[in-house]
C-alpha cells in the first residue's frame, strides 16, 4: 500500500521512528540496526516501507533502501519467519551478505541474527535455494550469458545469488555482466549488481 514515505523524522525510539509527512505522523517500526542508518530528528528522508496486516493489527516496517525492503519482502515468504525476525534478519545483513550466505550455506552468518537457530538458517537455505532449481541463464543475452553459465567463477554465483533474491535469470545476468571485473569479489559483485538492479 505504502511503498515509500517522505517526511521529517520527529521522533527516534529504540525500534521505531515516526515520520511527519503533511502533517500526518508515521509510526514506522525497524531493527535498532536500521533505526540507526535513518535521518536523525528533525531532518527529513525517504523510508521505503512495508504495510503488514494481520486481523488483530497493523504494522509498519521501514528500511533505509528499496534493496533491503525488496530482501525484507523475500524473508516473508520463508515458512515460519514474520515481520520482527525478518526486519531483524535485514538489520543484521546486508542484502548482498545474505544473498552469499545463501548460495553457499553459510548456517553461521545467518544465525548470528538474533532469533535464528540452526534450523531456521537451514530452512531459508533449503526454501531459497528452491528458486533455482530448474532456472537456465536466458540464451538470447549473447556471449556474457555463455560465459556466465559456464563456470562457477564469482561471475556465475552472483546471478544465483540475485536469483535467490528473487531477481529473474535474465535480469540477474545482465546486472551482473554490466559490473563485472576481474578484480572484484563475490560479495562486492553483488552489491555493485544490486544497485544496476534498483536504479
Do not use: W
Not at 28 to 35: E, G
Not at 90 to 101: E, I, K, R, Y
Not at 167 to 177: C, E, F, K, P
Amino acid at each position: 500500500m505504502y511503498a515509500y514515505i517522505r517526511g521529517r523524522v520527529i521522533a527516534r525510539q529504540a525500534d521505531y521512528i515516526v515520520v511527519d509527512n503533511q502533517g500526518i505522523g508515521y509510526r514506522i517500526q525497524a531493527a535498532p540496526a536500521l533505526i540507526e542508518r535513518f535521518p536523525a530528528r528533525g531532518e527529513e528522508g525517504t523510508i521505503y516501507t512495508y504495510l503488514h496486516v494481520r486481523e488483530d493489527t497493523q504494522a509498519l516496517f521501514g528500511f533505509p533502501t528499496s534493496e533491503e525492503l525488496h530482501m525484507f519482502e523475500l524473508l516473508l515468504t520463508v515458512s515460519g519467519i514474520g515481520p520482527k525476525i525478518a526486519s531483524a534478519i535485514v538489520g543484521t545483513l546486508s542484502p548482498s551478505q545474505f544473498a552469499l550466505a545463501i548460495i553457499t550455506g553459510d548456517i553461521k552468518a545467518l544465525t548470528s541474527v538474533r532469533g535464528i537457530g540452526r534450523k531456521g538458517a537451514e530452512r531459508m537455505i533449503l526454501e531459497l535455494k528452491d528458486k533455482l532449481k530448474g532456472a537456465e541463464l536466458p540464451e538470447e543475452l549473447g556471449p556474457d550469458s555463455q560465459r556466465l553459465s559456464d563456470d562457477s567463477t564469482p561471475r556465475s554465483e552472483a546471478v544465483n545469488a540475485l536469483m535467490v533474491l528473487g531477481y529473474s535469470a535474465a535480469q540477474s545476468t545482465q546486472a551482473v555482466a554490466a559490473v563485472f571485473t576481474p578484480d572484484c569479489g563475490l560479495e562486492e559483485l553483488i552489491k555493485l549488481a544490486l544497485r544496476q538492479l534498483v536504479r
